[in-house]
């Protein structure tokens, strides 16, 4: 069953705009991650959100989490040609699963 | 240098045709876990391992077995498999699952048709 549901499932934007994805799940998380994958290879993990924490940032990367409306989102800032891939959240509700949402597919353009 | 290894990468095969998709990661990670991949769906767990002799089911583990022998090894297997298992499978590793810091590394993935 998917706890992860990302929106929208698709984001076309221009090159230097930032991309800004959301997530919403269903049960109680213990951490919150974000993960991009280059079309047909593995993913790549960006970023992890503890369940006590509200806002973090990695470089060009802003997550934010609100356990109250059980939802996170992903801001890509000054967006690049390079950043087109899909991007997915995974939740872990302190079981040993991550599950893993449908993902949102950005394009940018150059 | 730290990875995921995965083989095949592509494999053809047709139905009943046993077949096994290995798995080694060189991190010395107490947690494995094999993905399924299918248009619309997402990544949907199949099987996981939090270490040696300890495997369990994920949410779609029909017609499919794992077995965790040795800490780097996670094969998948397909004892007899059909069209409905044409898929990209992921495998995947995690220092941990028990503790708030468990991102997981994956593999390049492995892209099974089955005719």
């Known amino acids: 069953s998917q706890q992860g549901e990302e929106d929208p499932q698709a984001l076309s934007i221009q090159e230097g705009e930032n991309a800004t994805m959301n997530c919403s799940y269903k049960t109680s998380i213990n951490n919150l991650q974000w993960y991009r994958q280059n079309s047909g290879r593995g993913l790549v993990h960006l970023i992890l959100?503890?369940?006590?924490?509200r806002e973090k940032h990695s470089g060009r990367l802003r997550v934010t989490l609100d356990t109250s409306k059980k939802s996170s989102s992903l801001l890509i800032t000054a967006s690049r040609a390079a950043d087109t891939a899909s991007y997915f959240c995974a939740t872990n509700n302190a079981g040993n699963m991550l599950t893993f949402g449908g993902g949102t597919r950005l394009m940018v353009k150059p | 240098e730290a990875q995921v290894t995965q083989n095949p990468r592509y494999l053809i095969t047709v139905t009943g045709k046993k077949l096994t998709v290995t798995c080694s990661q060189n991190?010395?990670?107490?947690?494995m876990s094999w993905y399924r991949q299918d248009p619309g769906l997402g990544l949907r767990q199949i099987y996981y391992s939090m270490n040696v002799e300890v495997t369990d089911k994920g949410d779609v583990p029909e017609g499919y077995k794992v077995s965790r022998k040795e800490k780097r090894n996670f094969p998948l297997i397909l004892e007899s498999p059909s069209p409905n298992q044409t898929s990209l499978y992921f495998c995947a590793s995690s220092p941990t699952l028990s503790s708030s810091y468990n991102e997981q590394f994956f593999g390049p993935g492995t892209r099974l048709t089955v005719l």
């Open positions: 959100i503890r369940s006590n924490e």
């Open positions: 991190m010395n990670h107490e947690y």
